[in-house]
């Protein structure tokens, strides 16, 4: 399937040459959460030289980590209190009621920041009108957005503006950018609306759900078809990471140049069958529950009742025989990490 497109592009990308670094000379910057992307974003912007406090549950495990990381910690009202920029980098889940846990302390005129959009896209936060409401969403999980800057290297990040009280968002958001390493790889602009819902079908649909869908699928198909379960797993699972690598390095141009000839054609040919119209037409119905808000209705009541169809599900998933085989197969590679 091709698509028609005129061969030019809107897309606007900033470099380090574009960004007015000293704007966050002199800001007090406050991470909320000190998950994966938190430890990333607070330890790169502290090795930039910029004046970070994370925000954090005095009683919760993450206090004594970030305390020990070398950075300054305190509870998350008492964190925004005098901070220019408070960047929410808790859960999706959570984030509504920690903003209204910390809004009356948030000073007047800062930024609020976030690394994926959806509460705010979907009205979960509804900022004062007199905040600075912006994204930069790096392009990759924390430890490499840590990793990345750590080698003199970045990872690319997404800029958004929703709200620009003060008419400096942007230029306070691609500092931040570059505080994080993500302007040395390219900051590209888009909307909250654009991250949101290209986020969410992105995983739903390729990523997370497509991916391991056609890959327990493949699985089923030959172990019913009476083939070894553990030939099984390496051939549909195991494997992937190969084709994995080759794509992320070089699309499939690279792909092709390291697979055989058979495997191209097999692709080639027998691809397009496996996804197909139908895959298509449900890929669309995919995005049209995401843009008109079904996703984010259902997910949000998953949470309010107490996540039950989400858990039971989840073990569903971790109860099928591909993770029973998986793991055995994976205890005996000890260049993994488990």
Not at 16 to 26: F, Q, R, T
Not at 308 to 326: A, C, F, T, W
Request: aromatic share 6%.
């Amino acid at each position: 399937m091709w698509l028609a497109t005129n061969g030019k592009s809107d897309m606007q990308m900033y470099s380090e040459a574009d960004v007015d670094a000293a704007k966050l000379n002199g800001k007090r910057i406050a991470i909320l959460g000190y998950g994966s992307q938190g430890k990333a974003h607070a330890l790169n912007l502290k090795d930039s030289g910029h004046d970070v406090v994370v925000g954090l549950r005095p009683d919760g495990a993450s206090w004594a980590k970030a305390t020990a990381d070398g950075l300054q910690v305190a509870a998350p009202r008492d964190a925004v209190k005098g901070s220019a920029i408070v960047m929410f980098l808790t859960p999706d889940t959570v984030q509504g009621q920690l903003y209204g846990t910390v809004e009356s302390a948030v000073d007047d005129g800062a930024m609020l920041m976030f690394a994926h959009g959806f509460n705010i896209h979907f009205k979960q936060i509804q900022p004062r009108a007199d905040l600075d409401v912006s994204l930069i969403a790096p392009k990759g999980p924390g430890d490499l957005v840590r990793r990345q800057y750590q080698e003199g290297h970045g990872v690319p990040c997404l800029v958004a503006v929703e709200q620009d009280a003060t008419g400096n968002a942007l230029p306070l958001a691609l500092a931040y950018a570059h505080g994080i390493g993500g302007a040395r790889a390219g900051v590209i602009e888009t909307t909250f609306k654009e991250e949101t819902e290209t986020d969410l079908f992105g995983e739903q649909a390729v990523l997370c759900g497509g991916a391991t869908e056609l890959v327990v699928a493949g699985f089923e198909t030959l172990v019913n078809a009476g083939y070894q379960p553990e030939v099984a797993y390496y051939e549909c699972m195991h494997e992937l990471k190969l084709i994995v690598d080759l794509l992320h390095e070089g699309g499939m141009k690279k792909m092709h140049e390291f697979i055989s000839e058979t495997a191209a054609y097999g692709d080639l040919t027998r691809g397009p069958r496996i996804v197909d119209d139908h895959v298509r037409a449900k890929m669309k119905e995919v995005l049209t529950e995401i843009q008109d808000g079904t996703f984010a209705k259902q997910w949000i009541a998953e949470n309010d009742a107490g996540q039950p169809e989400y858990k039971r599900m989840m073990q569903n998933d971790l109860d099928h025989s591909i993770e029973v085989v998986g793991a055995n197969l994976r205890s005996r590679m000890d260049w993994l990490e488990n």
